[in-house]
């Protein structure tokens, strides 16, 4: 093997463990956690190609990045539309079941933008959270 191909397949396992480890939690986790959880595997693995490979999944639909601007980015190993829940104060992200479809853009109202989903998301305080206050 090629030093390049010794590199190819290293960056591709590096980028498999990601993805395994992001898909087996429903926590959505942001960048920090997602690289404490491939270390236990990865002991080597730098911050940075956690990150690159997070914004490489989820560039490509692999994988979602949540949050807007101002808030920290989560990421969602399930990459297909689902809704949200959101704490405004701690910031946890929780999976939300929903009764009904959600809404799809016309093709000729897209604006020549492809691969579209739809983010729904509901902000509010955690139970955790709104315990903390009283
Ligand atoms: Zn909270
Ligand atoms: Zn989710």
New binding site residues.
């Given amino acids: 093997m090629s030093n390049d191909e010794n590199k190819g397949a290293r960056l591709s396992r590096q980028r498999e463990t990601i993805l395994d480890e992001l898909r087996k939690v ?1 926590t ?1 986790p942001t960048a920090d956690e997602v690289y404490d959880m491939v270390r236990k595997i990865l002991p080597r693995i730098s911050l940075g190609t956690v990150y690159r490979n997070l914004d490489f999944l989820s560039g490509r639909g692999v994988v ?1 990045r949540l949050g807007g601007a101002g808030t920290q980015k989560r990421f ?1 190993g ?1 990459p297909a539309a ?1 809704p ?1 829940l959101r704490c405004s104060v701690c910031g946890r ?1 929780d ?1 939300l079941e929903w009764p009904l479809a959600l809404p799809e853009l016309p093709v000729e109202q897209s604006m020549g933008y492809s691969r579209l989903r739809c983010d729904v998301e509901f902000v509010g305080v955690c139970p955790m959270c709104a315990g903390r206050d009283s």
């Fill in positions: 429903k959505h979602l969602d399930n689902h949200h992200v999976d």
